[in-house]
């Protein structure tokens, strides 16, 4: 009586990806609109970096309790490999999920003007250096996100706090990533963008885009995998696993 339906679901889902493409991906035309001819510098990483953190925060508690909050395909689907979220609800996320980030997407464009197209729209890429480095910098930045995540929803982790630690450990990962590949660390993130600069007539790497992908998704398959490794005991092995856990799940 309690649960929400599928299109609340998904609605959330799509919201939320909305919320973080527009106020986070924002962020960057912003500051780099604001800058002008000015350096790029450490203290505009780090507003950018603030404003990720703020909006995950934000709908972790707006959505979490609806549709568990995924707004990144790499949670979703490292959710599903480790029987917490069913595999015929996957496909619904995902979609919503990019669908989210497109409609964020253009309204950066919509409050920012066709200069945040100019400015690149936030639009993930690595520049000059090598695949595999880009490869790395992505795993390691969603493996970290996705790791918190399944330790702030474990059975025995602090109860309220999931919002906070998650937010924080995006601003986190965000310092030491973006510098290398824009610390997309979302494949929703990476495609939306891409998919609009793309309509709007702005310059698009697609070569880069399964680097991105590929490392995300693998990122957090393993992190999900190595933290139920490291944190299963014998009581999670008596505990039923017939039903998904999603409204534990407040990414």
């Known amino acids: 009586m309690d649960e929400n339906r599928t299109w609340q679901r998904l609605a959330a889902e799509f919201l939320g990806t909305a919320f973080l493409v527009f106020i986070g991906v924002g962020s960057v035309p912003a500051a780099l609109i604001i800058n002008g001819d000015a350096p790029f510098t450490m203290a505009s990483l780090g507003f950018i970096s603030l404003a990720f953190a703020t909006v995950v925060i934000a709908t972790v508690y707006v959505f979490g309790y609806i549709s568990g909050n995924h707004i990144n395909p790499a949670v979703t689907i490292a959710l599903a490999v480790t029987g917490k979220f069913a595999w015929r609800d996957v496909p619904g996320y995902l979609v919503a999920q990019v669908l989210g980030a497109v409609a964020g997407s253009f309204a950066i464009v919509g409050s920012l003007g066709p200069q945040a197209s100019e400015v690149g729209l936030g639009v993930a890429s690595y520049g000059d250096i090598p695949v595999w480095q880009a490869f790395t910098a992505e795993f390691l930045g969603t493996f970290i996100l996705v790791f918190t995540v399944f330790g702030v929803i474990h059975r025995k982790a602090a109860p309220g706090f999931a919002g906070v630690v998650i937010g924080l450990v995006v601003f986190a990962a965000i310092i030491p990533i973006a510098p290398a590949t824009g610390a997309s660390i979302n494949p929703a993130r990476t495609s939306g963008p891409m998919l609009v600069q793309q309509f709007l007539g ?50």
């Not at 992908?213 to 039923?240: Q, W």
């Open 202 to 251: 702005g310059t698009v790497h697609w070569e880069q885009w399964p680097v991105y992908v590929l490392a995300e998704l693998a990122a957090g398959v393993a992190a999900g995998l190595l933290f139920g490794v490291i944190s299963r005991t014998r009581a999670d092995r008596a505990i039923p696993t017939e039903a998904p856990v999603e409204e534990d799940v407040r990414v």
